[in-house]
């Protein structure tokens, strides 16, 4: 086999990079499977998205390596957003009516809501990822998600928080709920009203922050003089990171914090933060104590590592890499089980199948989401200075909830870290 | 940008101007009908946005020299009206942009009134700073979601026929055509030449006699509902209304951009400049990269700045002489 390449396929090959940039030419060949996606390349939502985009191309290369679905190569062809969701509508038009792509995948709560109505006027299928309740709205029957949250997502994010604060003794009784004016960390928080209700505690403080604070100190010292047993934070990375280092500074120390806290996740912020992470409790979507029962994990994020290192974003990928290459994984099983990309059968697949995947086995439920949710809620133990090897350990996420995933009992009162 | 004479006046008068544009309204409708791909009316929906926005914006910043950097306030609070109205009674759309229109031209009255006594640089940072008061008092409005956003589930059709983006694209287009009508109006009336007057020198033309008080507040009430109306179709566009993407800063930015690419002292420069500009970005976002998008937005502008301060109006202007 030869590996030169000529001068003018080399030349046509840089301009068609230059000219479609969001399609990888590499799988291009006779009669692709395209699958189209709207990621948030720029924008407040880039880290992420990012990270989504080096996952999906890990995928792709690897099934076209083995040959492509149905001896056709996929190709991904995806559009920036720039984190604006007025500018979802017409990506998604253009990827179905004029790149006709096979595939439509979705990325981010606020970026699949306006891209439903453009999908579901073409009785198309659509798979969501990182979208939270979306389907709530709509009722689309050909809608499917991959994030773990199950049928009830604004539930989810907060039920294994409060499952695991029940165990302490003496349980609790009184809660402070706090929360940035932001979709996620409201959406979060009200969740966590409804465990209060359900586990009768009470609410001592309960209040938002404007999403530009910087600030944490006087939220935390307003939090501490309300005496409340357990602290549940709806929280965006830089608030995350000011919420615990603020407490750590004052010394707070209820029986438990932490809650729906973006940022805990990704390796930049685990790595920062370090020891200061100690005892806080949050949610996770993959974390190395799962990997004897996930043992694909593991090497595909041996792969996403050094890659990521090169493009700057989320070097761990514990976060989204393994549900977005099973996303992945699960249409390409779709469209080899169907035998093709017709809507109606890859709909029909995709509801009556549990997929075999390397973050485990997926199924969907009448809503499209996961028939029974997987967040984990996880609690940061051992860690020392900072560093992100440190959390690369099993044991530096002790998983909470839920019990079948269980590795070990919430340690109170927060105490732990730097004070 | 200050101290231009408006290009030579073209010919046709304003009655005549109308006609031309109801029946180019009319030609591009009956064009739209034969277009079967919605993304035409989805690239085309956001250029005439645009034209309507830069049209607006032009109208206080361009005739009478007022630099309004709260262009996505008034867009927002279109949007968020139309919204509120359309969850409390469920209205059809043209009352929709009726009402966010009527509330953008009285908070125009309003913020005119309280500020337009402030002059250059004093006026700007006003205008800024009412977005930002009014980003912090929607993102706690709960009816209209507040800061998770609301969903706003449009028909699949429209009431036209076809789809509900393609009605959507021709109230766009009206709305557009009427902004543009009404600035030519404008620019040629005694409000113009009064407007331009301020513009030159205030003082000079308080002193001739130009009720300069009065022509800012009017034209500040008629900017501030054009861009009410801009923004009112928007929750149906996009289906989800969410205060980062209401107030986003390319609105602001591009619809400040786009006169000055095209030119401040005529009514056809902010077209100009909204059709270029919109196009061009259109065009970067699903070919080069959308990171570029801004970049060439600011480029294009400190191009325009200081290679042709006039815009492209003022360019062949200069060609002509």
């Known amino acids: ?419 | 940008m200050t101290g231009d004479a408006p290009l030579s006046r073209p010919p046709m008068g304003t009655l005549a101007f109308w006609c031309w544009a109801a029946a180019f309204t009319g030609v591009v409708y009956l064009a739209g009908r034969w277009v079967t791909n919605d993304y035409v009316f989805f690239a085309g929906y956001i250029v005439l946005q645009y034209v309507l926005l830069a049209t607006a914006w032009n109208i206080l910043g361009g005739y009478a020299g007022y630099v309004n950097f709260g262009t996505a306030a008034f867009f927002a609070i279109g949007a968020y009206i139309s919204t509120a109205l359309n969850k409390w009674l469920g209205l059809p759309l043209p009352v929709l942009i009726l009402a966010g229109a009527a509330v953008c031209g009285l908070i125009g009255l309003l913020m005119g009134g309280l500020t337009l006594k402030l002059q250059g640089v004093f006026f700007s940072i006003a205008t800024l700073a009412l977005a930002i008061v009014t980003q912090a008092l929607i993102t706690n409005w709960e009816y209209v979601g507040g800061a998770a956003g609301a969903y706003v589930i449009r028909p699949s059709r429209g009431p036209l026929g076809g789809s509900y983006v393609e009605y959507l694209f021709y109230t766009m287009l009206l709305l557009a055509t009427l902004a543009v009508c009404i600035a030519r109006t404008v620019e040629r009336s005694a409000a113009g030449y009064g407007l331009a007057a301020i513009r030159d020198d205030e003082a000079a033309a308080e002193a001739a006699g130009v009720p300069t008080m009065k022509l800012k507040v009017a034209t500040t009430v008629l900017s501030g509902a054009l861009m009410g109306a801009a923004g009112a179709p928007l929750p149906f566009f996009v289906t989800y209304l969410d205060p980062p993407s209401a107030f986003n800063l390319a609105v602001a930015v591009n619809t400040i951009a786009m006169p000055l690419v095209g030119g401040t002292a005529t009514w056809i420069g902010p077209v100009i400049g909204a059709v270029l500009l919109s196009i061009v970005q259109e065009a970067a976002m699903v070919t080069i990269s959308s990171a570029v998008n801004l970049l060439l937005v600011g480029l294009i502008m400190i191009g325009f700045i200081t290679l042709a301060p006039n815009g492209i109006m003022g360019l062949l202007r200069g060609r002509r002489r």
């Not at chain 1, 199950?150 to 695991?164: L, M, R």
């Not at chain 1, 290192?309 to 393994?322: M, S, T």
């Not at chain 1, 090897?389 to 530096?396: I, L, S």
């Open chain 1, 1 to 419: 086999m030869s590996l030169a390449i000529s001068r003018r396929a080399a030349l046509a090959a840089s301009a068609g990079t230059m000219l479609f940039p969001g399609t990888d030419l590499r799988a291009q060949g006779a009669n692709p499977i395209t699958i189209g996606c709207g990621l948030s390349l720029t924008g407040a939502l880039a880290s992420t998205a990012k990270s989504v985009l080096l996952s999906a191309q890990i995928f792709v290369e690897d099934i076209n390596a083995k040959g492509g679905v149905l001896g056709r190569p996929v190709q991904l062809i995806h559009y920036d957003d720039q984190s604006n969701p007025a500018n979802a509508p017409r990506i998604y038009t253009k990827l179905i009516d004029v790149d006709k792509v096979d595939l439509v995948v979705t990325s981010g709560t606020n970026l699949t809501t306006p891209a439903m109505p453009v999908v579901m006027e073409r009785n198309r299928l659509l798979m969501a990822t990182l979208a939270l309740a979306v389907n709530d709205k709509f009722k689309y029957p050909r809608f499917f998600q991959t994030m773990p949250y199950g049928p009830h997502g604004a539930e989810a994010i907060s039920a294994g928080f409060f499952n695991a604060a029940m165990g302490i003794d003496p349980k609790p009784k009184t809660v402070a709920l706090v929360g940035a004016d932001a979709e996620f960390s409201k959406t979060a928080v009200s969740g966590a009203r409804d465990q209060v209700k359900k586990h009768g505690l009470k609410i001592v403080y309960d209040r938002t922050y404007p999403p530009p604070t910087v600030d944490f100190g006087p939220i935390i010292r307003g939090i501490a003089a309300s005496s409340p047993d357990i602290v549940y934070i709806g929280s965006y990375p830089i608030d995350t990171a000011g919420m615990i280092r603020s407490a750590r500074e004052l010394g707070f120390k209820p029986q438990m914090f932490g809650g729906g806290m973006v940022g805990t996740q990704v390796g930049g912020i685990k790595a920062d933060l370090g020891e200061a992470l100690n005892d806080v409790v949050s949610y996770e979507l993959y974390v190395p104590a799962m990997a004897d029962k996930l043992p694909l994990v593991e090497p595909m994020l041996k792969r996403y590592q050094p890659r990521a290192a090169e493009a700057g974003v989320d070097q761990l990928g514990f976060y989204v890499p393994p549900q977005i290459y099973a996303t992945f994984e699960i249409l390409a099983q779709a469209v080899q089980g169907t035998g093709g990309t017709d809507q109606d059968k890859l709909t029909n697949f995709i509801r009556a199948t549990t997929f075999k995947t390397l973050y485990g086995d997926m199924a969907f439920g009448p809503d499209g989401e996961w028939r029974e949710p997987r967040m984990l809620h996880v609690q940061y133990r051992g860690l020392k200075g900072q560093g992100l090897e440190q959390f690369k350990r099993p044991d530096a996420h002790v998983i909470l909830d839920p019990p079948v995933w269980k590795t070990g009992d919430l340690r109170a009162p927060f105490a732990g870290g730097k004070s």
